[in-house]
């Protein structure tokens, strides 16, 4: 079984920044990595989605606040998350999609690996 081991989460205040790291397997393949949220009674949606160094995705709702990145040496997906705001505190997922489905990779529909999620809270 595929493991996405996801750290970084936490609080900070309105205007605050936090780093989500995403460490994923050596032998994960031909797949895009991506990170997902989920805030209590809504459903879950795509944040961004990296592939390779090529290609990135973010969503409309965090778009100039937050960035994805990769470190191929270390096999590690990083999102970068500044200016945030109480609507992004939520359960937030590290994920994996294959990529065949690049076109797609907002979709959570689109995922095939999960990690455990690492918790975003924003206060003010």
């Known amino acids: 079984e595929v493991q996405l081991a996801e750290s970084g989460g936490g609080s900070v205040q309105v205007g605050g920044s936090l780093r989500l790291s995403c460490e994923a397997p050596s032998t994960l393949e031909n797949v895009y990595m991506g990170w997902f949220r989920q805030a209590p009674g809504k459903e879950r949606e795509g944040v961004a989605t990296i592939r390779g160094n090529l290609a990135t995705t973010i969503a409309r709702s965090v778009k100039d606040r937050f960035t994805i990145s990769q470190d191929d040496a270390s096999n590690t997906v990083y999102l970068q998350m500044t200016n945030l705001k109480p609507e992004d505190t939520a359960m937030y997922y590290c994920?994996?999609?294959?990529?065949?489905?690049?076109?797609?990779?907002?979709?959570?529909?689109?995922?095939?690996?999960w990690g455990q999620g690492t918790q975003v809270t924003v206060s003010s």
């Open positions: 994920a994996a999609g294959p990529i065949s489905l690049w076109y797609s990779s907002l979709s959570p529909a689109s995922i095939t690996i």
